[in-house]
């Protein structure tokens, strides 16, 4: 397991997304308020699952390695006046 892997993913919005809900799912279950919990828990849901799926399809067809398309970019050998 890489370490910068782990920590990119924890910066990244799916994961902020997930502890806020969280967190505020657990504190209006702590209040003892349920309505509002089982409400946060059905808004974050879909926009979570959302971007695990955007996520998942984007990971698969991202092919840099094999035969996919890359642009190197040179530095000119031309300098610009001023």
């Given at each position: 397991m890489n370490l910068k892997h782990v920590?990119?993913?924890?910066c990244t919005c799916t994961w902020i997304e997930i502890m806020?809900?969280?967190?505020?799912?657990?504190?209006?279950?702590y209040l003892q308020?349920?309505?509002?919990a089982a409400l946060t828990a059905a808004v974050f849901?879909?926009?979570i699952g959302f971007h695990f799926a955007i996520d998942k399809l984007s990971s698969d067809k991202a092919d840099w390695g094999q035969g996919g398309r890359?642009?190197?970019?040179q530095p000119s050998?031309?300098?610009?006046?001023d």
């Open positions: 920590a990119l993913q924890l806020t809900g969280a967190g505020i799912t657990l504190y209006l279950l308020n349920y309505a509002l849901a879909p926009l890359l642009i190197r970019i050998k031309y300098k610009l006046v």
